[in-house]
């Protein structure tokens, strides 16, 4: 046979799954589907095959397809622990809670040993609000595997959203043996929190801006324990850090460093004080420039009459849950609808432009070419009556600044928030509107633009 009929030749079905197994083991799972399918295709009563097809599937954002795919496989092999877990996670990619918990349950019963299955039960346990049984599935985890790093930091934030802050910091110290997550290899040693007034700390940033936020609240305390203080940031924050109590200078990431003698990484700050809900520090105290005040004022010098309110619909696209957490712009129009309200969009980054995709010009501001940075947008705050959005940076943002701010929540949310409350500790000009349930988002804008009309009645706007 030529070379060339020899290239034409269909790959067997074992070349097929060795190709697909590399690909699937290395994570590059583009292109991966069609190979699965030929493989079923050719294969159609190899469990191991329908396995692959689901696992590609899913893992390129087909969880829905991946679910028939994953069941053929449960068919061929209805013992198949592995399987039932990729299941549940499709499932619970789809919010399908209750099926996708059952199916991790059923995966741990025939596969107790494995502590992926267990983990897999935790996150759908946890998803489902069911946050007690999460943290018990977690320590069978970690009965079989003690330094699972992902069950340790999965404990934590369920520990900090129920309150328990002492065991909740303690596991959160583990985020650093994420892959992930690499600390910068400073010489200098990690701060403990002793009295140091002789030196100089570098408090640098994790995570995205709200953390970074959250945890600049801490600096004027370290500044009592400690002689000079460093505070590191990304450039849109360091305007606005610059002005923080108790920071003797902000630096943005990749500027040149001074000296320094210790370092700490801001949200390892609430552990080292022993944070718990009664000794919560206030907000961070920033000041904004008169200026940038004046630059704004034109913008929303036309809506005096007006109960201004600023809108946000999304967070960071790369923060792996946003697609929870955040909601479309079309919610946000029923706002627009309350007599006495206009709308002001304080939406940054590549969602911006639905605005244009929904025809939303007419009867919402964008201000977005106006917030350079942080402290511009903190200019444009000052303005605003309100704030409502799904949470992300400007939430903590508004909530240091005291402004008031609806922050409109998905069931399990981000675990400042807490549990069973409409308010937070953490920032005292916070109202929460929380989804009854998993995914409720219809209920959450409803009541919301029912307080919304109460508070322009009241204002005397409507």
């Known amino acids: 046979m030529s070379a060339t009929a020899l290239a034409q030749t269909p790959p067997t079905p074992e070349m097929l799954r060795a190709q697909l197994e590399k690909r699937l083991a290395s994570g590059n799972v583009a292109g991966t589907p069609p190979l699965a399918e030929a493989l079923v295709a050719a294969r159609p009563d190899d469990a191991r095959a329908w396995t692959m097809l689901g696992v590609s ?15 053929r496989a449960l068919a061929l092999s209805p013992e198949a622990g592995g399987v039932l877990s ?8 789809l919010g399908r809670l209750d099926e996708a918990v059952a199916a991790h349950y059923r ?9 992926t299955t267990w983990q897999n039960l935790g996150v759908a346990l946890r998803e489902r609000g069911d946050l007690k049984d999460a943290l018990a599935a977690f320590q069978h985890v970690l009965n079989l595997a003690p330094d ?31 892959p992930e997550l690499k600390p910068p290899a400073y010489r200098q040693p990690r701060w ?43 450039p849109e924050l360091k305007k606005l850090f610059e002005t923080i109590p108790g920071v003797d200078k902000a630096m ?71 697609h929870t957490r955040s909601a479309s712009l079309d919610r946000f129009l029923s706002f627009a609808e ?63 600044r005291g402004r008031p701010i609806w922050n409109l929540l998905a069931y399990v949310p981000y ?18 509107f929380r989804q009854p349930k998993p995914g409720d988002w219809d209920s959450v804008f409803r009541d919301a633009k029912t307080a919304l009309s109460d508070l322009a009645t009241e204002r005397g706007f409507a």
């Open 338 to 400: 309350v007599p006495g309200v206009q709308l002001f969009s304080l939406q940054k980054g590549p969602r911006a432009p639905d605005l244009d995709q929904l025809r939303a010009r007419s009867f919402i501001v964008d201000l977005a070419p106006h917030l350079g940075d942080f402290a511009d947008t903190t200019a444009a705050l000052d303005e605003l009556d309100l704030v409502i959005m799904t949470d992300s940076s400007v939430a903590h943002l508004a909530g240091s």
């Open 107 to 115: 995966a741990v019963q025939v596969d107790a040993r494995n502590p």
């Open 252 to 322: 943005a990431v990749g500027e040149k460093l001074p000296e320094f003698d210790v370092h700490c990484p801001l949200l390892s700050l609430p552990g080292l004080f022993n944070t718990d809900l009664e000794t919560i520090p206030p907000p961070t105290e920033f000041l904004v420039e008169e200026e940038r005040r004046a630059r704004l004022a034109p913008v929303f010098a036309p809506y005096g009459d007006k109960l201004k309110v600023g809108i946000v619909w999304s967070g960071s696209i790369t923060f792996k849950s946003n």
């Open 86 to 93: 990729n299941l549940g996670n499709a499932l619970k990619d």
């Open 148 to 178: 699972h790093v992902t069950a340790h930091t999965d404990r934590a934030q369920i520990h900090l959203m129920l309150g328990d802050f002492a065991e909740g910091w303690a596991e959160f110290e583990w985020r650093w043996k994420l």
């Open 415 to 432: 675990w400042l928030y807490l549990r069973e409350r409409d308010d937070t500790p953490w920032y005292p000009s916070m109202r929460l």
């Open 57 to 71: 599937l899913r893992a390129t954002g087909h969880p829905a397809a991946a679910v028939p795919a994953y069941r």
């Open 192 to 234: 403990t929190g002793a009295d140091m007034p002789e030196a100089t700390i570098l408090l640098w940033p994790e995570q995205g801006f709200g953390d970074t936020i959250l945890g600049a609240r801490y600096a004027p305390l370290v500044k009592e324990r400690v002689g000079q203080v460093i505070l590191g940031c990304r």
